[in-house]
């Protein structure tokens, strides 16, 4: 278990209630230099833990801290070494974006314009364009180079690679394992599991609000096994499933590792875990 005061981010008894919806006493503790993958239907209370981190929203109760340091007590020393990137941020969509850096830059006493132009080069970036020229792979890359040229060290992203191609997704990927190797850690919330599997050393599941799993990447796969059944799935599969999903030909059944046999079995893949815990409790 990580330090909660050396960690880069530490979330103590998060709460946030709406009329259909609460954030229920979220508690998780980020390990410095990993990539955390945060899951989660949609609807899950992904978005609203994430805001009410970066105190986008105001949450009912709960202690957030980053590095050890109160959130509510360190906001402008803690705001220079976070850098937030999410899939639906704006910028002025026809300020050239020389214009939008060098505001952005007035905000940030540990600017180094090096670092800058590095990661426009590496990234591709020309500052003569405006983000209205930019696709939205390559808006994600700008909000990433601002961050890393102010000295982030804590990323947190919210559904980055929403509605990209399978390309832009795998180049965004590598951006992130590229963050990792460079000692940042990375706190990567989405609904697309396939990239997390290409590159998160842990999982958060949650699921209506409620912390549901916290574990590696690895050990949450292996706590679970796939078992696909033509036809019918028999009663005492039916007993022990931690989820059934309908298939062309059948039905897939999650099992947990202990109740599986692994000669009928195989590997299940983070998004089947994920699909099929959401429909535990639900007949065939």
């Known amino acids: ?23 229920k006493d979220l508690s ?15 609807g899950a209370g992904k978005t609203t833990t994430i805001n009410s981190v970066l105190s986008l929203i105001h949450p009912d109760a709960g202690e957030v801290r980053f590095g050890g340091l109160l959130r509510e007590e360190h906001t402008r020393e803690i705001m220079e070494k976070i ?15 020389k214009i939008i850096t060098g505001i952005t830059k007035t905000f940030f006493p540990g600017w ?8 426009l080069e590496s990234f591709g970036l020309s500052e003569d364009k405006t983000p209205a020229e930019l696709s939205n792979g390559m808006k994600i890359k700008y909000a990433l180079t601002l961050a890393l040229s102010h ?17 832009s997704r795998e180049e965004l990927v590598e951006v992130f394992l590229r963050l990792r190797d460079l000692g940042k850690t990375v706190f990567f919330s989405t609904h697309i599991t396939s990239d997390l599997e290409k590159c ?13 799993a916290d574990d ?14 033509s036809g019918s799935v028999p009663q005492e599969v039916e007993k022990a499933a931690k989820g059934i999903c309908r298939i062309r030909d059948g039905y897939t059944v999650l099992l947990s590792k202990e109740d ?25």
């Open 112 to 119: 180094d314009d090096a670092v800058y132009r590095k990661y």
């Open 28 to 42: 998780f503790t980020l390990e410095a230099g990993k990539i955390t993958g945060f899951i989660g239907r949609n």
């Open 83 to 97: 850098g937030f990137v999410s899939a639906g941020m704006t910028y002025y969509t026809r300020k050239k974006l």
């Open 1 to 23: 278990m990580t330090n909660e005061m050396n960690s880069p981010l530490s979330v103590r008894g998060l709460c946030k209630n709406y009329p259909e919806f609460q954030l």
């Open 151 to 167: 000295g982030a060290d804590l990323f947190i992203l919210d559904e980055p690679t929403s509605g990209l191609d399978p390309i």
């Open 260 to 284: 599986a046999d692994p000669r009928q079995t195989r590997e299940a893949t983070l998004e089947e875990i994920m699909v099929h815990l959401e429909k535990e409790g639900e007949t065939c």
């Open 216 to 229: 590696s990447l690895s050990a949450f796969q292996a706590a679970y096994r796939i078992l696909e059944c």
């Open 200 to 212: 998160a050393d842990r999982i958060l599941f949650l699921q209506k609000g409620q912390l549901k």
